[in-house]
């Protein structure tokens, strides 16, 4: 079998396109979408990453604003600017870039982002509001995983699914998406002992584990969707995924390819959160 690909490039490009319809149609009624993007410190990776977002806003013509603060920043001064950023009727999104400095309680800023404002949906009430079936901003990598799967056309109610890699970010929210769609879920991690015996059952493979070639062809079942999240690059510069490609690409039905797989989905996810924030702030001025 030779898989076919979940294009996450093509389907973001066709997203956007709706998205920039909906930001049009908003403007219309008074309301242009803004997102903040807030970066502590000079982490190389996370300037690349806001520089993407920024981009997409452009793109799809959300305005964005960039609040770039030195490595030395207090958290007093982080969670006073997530303070003005809440109260700022022109922002509907707000973003802090992770990994904050060491000295910065990650969990403090994140739960003083005002919840219809939290895009990236990290904050416990939106975590909670995940699991309940619920989710008004669901984080978006795994957002953009579940856009992908509906590509496919394949329904997932009664499928096995296997996800591998349980952070609170990709992980455990991705493994929540797929129990609502009536999947029976698995969720492995870095101690699970004999992964394969895991992944070989899987209809729905989700990849999220940081470790370049962990999943190969025989740890696959014939005819699997195979999602690969990771992100690594190798010591010759290239970037790769969690998943051998080629071994896996001659097992799967589908697989989706690093790079132009799930990270454009997730940009845009962030997007489409954003604009979701912003119509529902103009419903409830018009309510009143
Ligand atoms: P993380 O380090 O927070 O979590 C990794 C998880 O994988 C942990 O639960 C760990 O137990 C598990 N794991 C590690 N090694 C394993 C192994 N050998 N076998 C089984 N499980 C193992 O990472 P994260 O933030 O969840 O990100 C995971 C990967 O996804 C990274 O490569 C990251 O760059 C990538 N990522 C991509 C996007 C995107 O938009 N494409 C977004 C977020 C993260």
Redesign the pocket.
């Known amino acids: 079998m030779s898989a076919r690909l979940i294009d996450g490039k093509a389907l973001a490009q066709q997203l956007r396109q709706d998205l920039r319809n909906r930001v049009t149609s908003l403007a219309a009624r008074g309301t242009r979408a803004g997102l903040a993007v807030v970066l502590v410190g000079d982490d190389p990776a996370s300037r690349v990453y806001v520089a993407n977002k920024i981009r997409a806003c452009d793109e799809c013509g959300v305005q964005s604003r960039r609040h770039e603060l030195p490595a030395s920043t207090s958290e007093a001064e982080v969670l006073a600017l997530v303070a003005r950023l809440n109260a700022d009727p022109q922002v509907h999104g707000i973003l802090v870039q992770l990994p904050l400095p060491r000295h910065i309680d990650v969990r403090r800023v994140v739960e003083s982002i005002d919840v219809a404002k939290d895009v990236d949906g990290f904050h416990l009430y939106n975590v909670g509001a995940l699991v309940v079936g619920q989710a008004i901003l669901p984080p978006c ?1 795994p957002h953009g995983v579940r856009r992908l799967l509906e590509s496919t056309g394949v329904a997932l109610a009664g499928r096995n699914a296997v996800v ?4 609170n ?3 455990k929210p991705m493994a929540m998406m797929l129990l609502q769609q009536e999947a029976t879920v698995s969720i ?3 101690r ?1 002992r004999d ?1 394969a015996q895991y992944t070989i059952l899987a209809d729905v493979l989700v990849v ?4 370049p070639g ?1 999943i190969t062809g025989p740890m696959v079942k014939q005819g699997a969707i195979v999602v690969d ?4 690059r190798l010591p010759d510069g290239r970037l790769v995924g ?1 998943v051998d490609f080629d071994s896996v690409s001659r097992r799967a039905a589908w697989i989706t390819p690093v790079p132009g797989g ?2 454009p989905m ?1 940009v845009t996810m962030l997007i489409e959160n954003t604009l979701h924030a912003a119509e529902r702030c103009a419903e409830s001025v018009a309510a009143v």
């Open positions: 990598t591998v890699g349980a952070s970010i990709v992980g492995c991690h870095a699970t992964l999220a584990a940081g470790c962990l999240v990771g992100i690594n969690d799930v990270g997730t």
